[in-house]
């Protein structure tokens, strides 16, 4: 069964570096779009970044020049390094995947992974 699970979220000064990893079993990931999505309490879910099969990037205004998607496919690893971090990053972290199965958009969530910079 497909799983997703998120690391390296932590706590971080303004200013300062992160590195976000999500394990990805149970696919392949070459085959798959990905993205990570952000939560802050109150507010809607925002797409920060989809990294697609065939290497496209999209990245949300708010993150461009700062944050980074990468894929190793041979690992099923996808990475999001986060830079310059600001305090209105803090955001539970999510890592998602579109369904292998039926190519649902985003139908596989991680847990998330916490991300506070202060």
């Known amino acids: 069964h497909v799983q997703l699970v998120e690391s390296g979220g932590g706590l971080v000064q303004p200013g300062g570096s992160l590195r976000l990893s999500c394990a990805a079993s149970g696919f392949r990931l070459a085959d798959s779009d990905m993205g990570w999505y952000r939560q802050v309490p109150g507010k809607e879910c925002e797409l920060v970044s989809a990294h697609d099969s065939d290497g496209s990037l999209y990245n949300a205004d708010s993150t461009k020049g700062r944050f980074t998607s990468a894929r190793d496919n041979t690992k099923n690893m996808l990475y999001l390094q986060m830079n310059s971090l600001r305090s209105e990053d803090t955001a539970l972290y999510y890592c998602?995947?579109?369904?292998?199965?039926?190519?649902?958009?985003?139908?596989?969530w991680g847990q998330g992974t916490q991300v506070t910079v202060s």
């Open positions: 998602a995947s579109h369904s292998p199965y039926d190519g649902r958009p985003y139908a596989y």
